[in-house]
């Protein structure tokens, strides 16, 4: 029953798909290739390899691979370096009001701005995509990061000062599982803020990855492989999100169920 | 065990604590009434190092409070924001015994036992957000017990559950005081459940709190419910605590008497 119910919200899907299969036939624009076209190509390009590589071609490897490793080694990174700061920040307000003019002045640079800067400091490639990464998508973390850890309720504190905690048990223990359901909607947007950071970042600053084959493949007019990477990401954009929310529900399960009784 | 000499708090140019002295002897359990308002919570917050009176003493075993005390309890009223909702009822109690240097069996068997003496043995695996409202405050008693302190403090521990679990909450806490010979000081705006749980009730005036009158209950140890709440004894102390309590004398009022 759940599944046809989760089916019967999809019907806008196929609906779609077949107007725009019908208005690009009827157009014949070269710029907007039927979506059956796309797909084929996308089955050509990517998934048309051996069963024992989940059908994943070498062109899919050579594109998804590079694109996922800076993705996911720049969000760790940021989410590690993030998290930590943040904490600091939240548990000190002398520290917060010190650093919270940088923070505003950082965040309201837009990162691709930066792409430039990046490129004259450090090499062409992977360091200068990962800094591209880093410096977009530390904001949410931070921030988000920082308002959990300064808004421990009072007596989870007082609590934990009655009982002796140590230090490192009340950061461990009380402040970063009271701030982590913050820490995790900044870890989200962090996500899909840096899929959109890797793709520009390999589109000024790529040899390889799929922001890389999107330029070339724009340059060289070949539209149906261009849409195709359109739609790759915009997949892969849906499949993070989706895995994020699983983790999370599963990390957070307490929240949820400590929300829906008080 | 603890004694409080003079004690005045102001919050800003509002003085809430005028002078307030009482002390606790070792294996009391001392009831702390008074009108909403009257800065109970501070005197208990005072007691615990949360907070720097403004003038006084409090000298717990022998030592000045400054901090807070190394082995204090304390049960909050509101017990939803008292426990960690992240963990399960048993690692709620075992967290503080840490510090006591046990390790993680014995940590866990102290928890089990703490909560199979406040009725919950099989609870815990649950957390908190699963429980009833009085079964997470017995789970905040459980976890002061398991912590073994010298003095337990109570800021209205069952002002937030509806009166049956009142009634149950005060049995198991005159039960576990008499079985551990636990130093309890407990603050309630609650008239009845004063006298019902206190050897001693001490009646606070109005801000700036001084101590109205300190009595001695004299119901013994072992209390019920309906019973101890029918003793002549009882139902006296009761009338006069509620008379101190709205701003009275501790002069016996005679027109009932005379009445009859």
Known sequence: MKVIAALGRLWLVPVVLVAWEVVTRAAEQPFFPPPSAVLARMYEMWFSGPPSRLLLTDGALADLGPSLARLFSGWLLTAVVGVAAGIAIGCSPRLSDYVNPLIQFGRAVPPPLLVPFFLALLKLGTPAQLATIVFGVIWPILLNTVDGARTVDRQHLETARIFGFSSVQRLWRVVLPSALPKIFAGLRLALSLALILMVIAEIFAGTDGIGYRLLYTQRSYLYPDMWGCIVLLGVLGYLLNSAFLLVERRVLAWHRGARRTT | ?260
Not at chain 2, 78 to 86: G, I, V
Not at chain 2, 90 to 117: I, W, Y
Request: with cysteine; net charge neutral; glycine share 8%.
């Open chain 2, 1 to 260: 065990m603890l004694t409080i000499t003079d004690l005045v708090h102001s919050y800003g140019p509002h003085r809430v604590l005028g002078g307030v002295s009482l002390s606790v002897a070792e294996g009391e359990l001392v009831s702390v009434v008074g009108p909403s308002g009257c800065g109970k919570s501070t005197l208990l917050r005072s007691v615990a190092g949360l907070l720097k009176p403004s003038g006084g003493r409090i000298m717990l075993a022998g030592r000045p409070v400054e901090r807070t005390p190394d082995d204090l309890a304390i049960v909050f009223q509101d017990y939803s924001r008292s426990l960690f909702p992240w963990m399960s009822a048993a690692n709620n109690v075992a967290l503080p015994l840490r510090r006591k240097g046990l390790d993680r069996r014995r940590r866990r068997e102290a928890a089990m036992s703490a909560l199979d003496q406040v009725g919950l043995a099989d609870a815990g695996a649950k957390y908190p957000w699963e429980m009833s409202g009085g079964m997470q405050q017995r789970v905040s008693i459980a976890r002061a017990l398991a912590y073994r302190p010298s003095l337990l403090l109570m800021d209205e521990p069952f002002g937030s559950v509806d009166a049956q679990t009142r009634e149950d909450l005060e049995d198991l806490v005159l039960n576990v005081c008499a079985h551990h010979g636990m130093t309890i000081l407990l603050i309630t705006h609650d008239i009845d459940e004063s006298v019902y749980v206190g050897d001693r009730v001490v009646v606070l005036t109005r801000s700036p709190a001084v101590v109205a009158a300190d009595l001695e209950t004299r119901l013994g140890r072992s209390r019920d419910q309906i019973a101890t709440r029918q003793l002549d004894a009882f139902v006296r102390l009761r009338a006069e605590v509620g008379r101190l309590v709205r701003g009275g004398h501790t002069t016996e009022p005679t027109s009932v008497l005379e009445k009859q």
